[in-house]
């Protein structure tokens, strides 16, 4: 498993690249099959205090799957990278449980298996833990940040892969969100699919004014 580190206005020191690790090499008692594990780690600075800090980890599964979380926390620096590194955890733990559900409840008519966790994936792993210090820390230091309506708080760039629109559903629905951007392999083009209020689900399809 490759496993990244990366600050932005955090230092990764050398205790806190051992703590992470530690901590994170632990995924793979759940998840076999792990291809890549990232951990970004950054500072917002606040105008009283020293900042909100936040833990986001990527997890990318050897077949293409992705999965993602993120805790953000405010408190003294090294106390709080490090409970949101932890709380990070927690969140990713619930989406490994997620994947593995997935083969449970079957998958969808034009998907192939990536977006589900196999029979060997499933015998060979560990369960998540129900009760244990994640959850713990994850529903003690939970921040929701307080910012002015209109204001862009983060530009992100994102990474498209070409797939099928029943792929891009299986993978919204493994990340948890109620829409999701991708490259659509068919056309080429940049879709977006989404979460019906209704139910069933809608495809975006971005085109220019003549």
Known sequence: MNLQIRGNDIKIT??????A??????????LPNISEVRLDLSRKKTRSG???FSAQITLRHSRGAILRSE??????????????IV??????????????????????KGADYKYIAT???????????EDDEFMQIAQEYQYEEDVEAGTIVRRKEVVLHPMTEDEAIEQMELLGHD???????????????YLRKGGGYGILIP????
Request: net charge positive; no cysteine.
């Open 14 to 19: 050398e205790y806190l690249d051992d703590f």
């Open 21 to 30: 690790r530690k901590k994170l090499s632990k995924l793979e008692r759940y």
């Open 50 to 52: 020293p900042g909100i």
């Open 71 to 84: 805790q953000r926390i405010d408190g003294i620096e090294q106390d709080a990278v490090q409970k949101s």
């Open 87 to 108: 709380g990070a955890i927690n969140k990713m733990y619930r989406q490994i449980d997620r994947f593995k559900g997935k083969r449970e409840v079957g998958r969808r």
């Open 119 to 129: 029979a060997e994936e499933i015998a060979t792993s560990e369960d998540i833990p």
């Open 179 to 193: 829409f999701f951007m991708f490259l659509n392999g068919k056309s080429g083009e940049i879709n977006v699919v």
């Open 207 to 210: 085109t220019r004014e003549s």
